[in-house]
């Protein structure tokens, strides 16, 4: 008898084993689109990989993080990116990194990554934080953090830092892919190229088909 439930036990475990590992990965960029002929394929799910023989110390370093940069742009905010691009190494790793500078009063605007969660560090100065969960609910979670504070925003939501201080502030954040995109939601809904038809935006919105053709006619910094 205990060798029929050692047995049944077994095959359950296989079972369940063969269905987590058959789950599909997640994506690593925006889409990819199948194609049989691979001559002309170009994205992959992440990156081709190296020959681990071929591998060198520099595929897995990155300098200059500790570098202020500026930040006299409209958003008063430069990100400073570490990802698999920087650093060739993060491939399949599932991690990357960002430093973020803030002018006085300046703001990493409201933006979203699709592929990651967040964990922020500040390092200088003090920031008014904080993201919204999802429909129908949209409820605002804030919190101002000084030197030394952490926050975490989950992945896929909309969120925002903004500098509420006087100097300069410097934060960096550790995100849960190396290829975390990002979707910074002005930039993509009112400078999307070609544009979005103003008629929708003007529906969804609720606002005069003018305001919404001069936001369209702005120039969106992207500061990252």
Known sequence: MKAVHFLVASVFLALASSLASASDPSPLQDFCVAI???KNGVFVNGKFCKDPKLATPKDFFFSGLNIPQKTSNPVGSTVTP???VQIPGLNTLGISLARIDYAPYGQNPPHTHPRASEILF???GTLYVGFVTSNPDNKLF???LHKGDVFVFPIGLIHFQFNIGKTNAVAFAALSSQNPGVITIANAVFGSDPPINPDVLAKAFQLDQNVVKSLQAKFW????
């Open 82 to 84: 570490v990802n698999v």
């Open 122 to 124: 500040v390092q200088e």
């Open 221 to 224: 910094w992207d500061n990252n």
């Open 142 to 144: 804030t919190k101002v």
């Open 36 to 38: 049989n002929d691979t």
